[in-house]
């Protein structure tokens, strides 16, 4: 799921480090390149000294950059980077990308997948953060910053594979029901970086007229409340019951304990609410083991 994926781009971790090293390259592959047969582990050090004169030249690179930069392709740097990785030459960054990096960083993982596959990939799905229309756009995803964009058209024309776009928590529930302890009427609550909600009924995925049914994150779960929350407003059930903000409770001097409890009232409130509204009783929790 795209809140929790992995991402990375690349910089310069030693530069003494990364010269010899790319010295050491360049004069075994101008030995070899003078007389001794050349094998295929050779070919593989010109393009692992290709990848570090680029990242030594232009500074920090994302993988797509660097695939770009070198010609090759976004397969070979990924493999490239991961051996390089483990020289503690590399070191990666950007764990909270946002806007178009989080788009790279995104068709970077996808190339990965790809690449790794043994047999024909009928189609992508993608489960992100954020209201989702049926067409694959996300109107909003505050996560990422996101607005509007087209992020199913964005993928299937890097990929030229079918995709389909659908929020996290509908994708949860969507498997749940397929694959799990499903009924005809649910509801699942998904707890991570932020609080999300699906909910299924008559055996039907419930999307809402604006795309924004199960959106219980940002429900003011009490009016007195004045915490802040990242969307802008005060008293946000995710201001209250996400990690992040049981993390932040913790670290201003509660225990853990207390902000469990804390976290728990809230999300209490709120399931008793949407039991009571839409007649459920069947409730699936999921998310981050520390919290679930």
Known sequence: MLDEFWSGGLQIGLLVELTNLLTTLRREWNLLSHGS???????????????????????PQSRAALSRATGLTRVTVSELVAELL??????????EATGER????????????????TEQVLGIGIGTPGIITDQGIVKTAEKFGWKDLDLRSRVQQDTRIPTHVLNVA??????EHTFGQGSEHMMLLRLGRGVGCGVITHNTLVRGSGFAAGELGHVRHDAADRTPCACGNFGCLEARASVPAIRQAIAEGQ????????????LASAIALLISVLDIRNVVFTGTPEVV
């Open 170 to 175: 509908d994708c949860a529930i969507l498997a």
């Open 37 to 59: 047969a050349v094998l295929p582990s050779h070919g593989r050090q010109q393009n692992l000294s290709l990848v570090l004169q680029t990242l030594l030249e232009q500074g």
């Open 102 to 117: 989080a788009i790279e960083l995104l068709l970077e993982l996808l190339h990965q997948a790809l690449g790794a596959c």
């Open 86 to 95: 483990k020289t503690f030459t590399l070191t990666d960054n950007d764990a």
């Open 255 to 266: 225990s853990a304990a207390q902000a469990g409890a804390q976290a728990a009232q809230a």
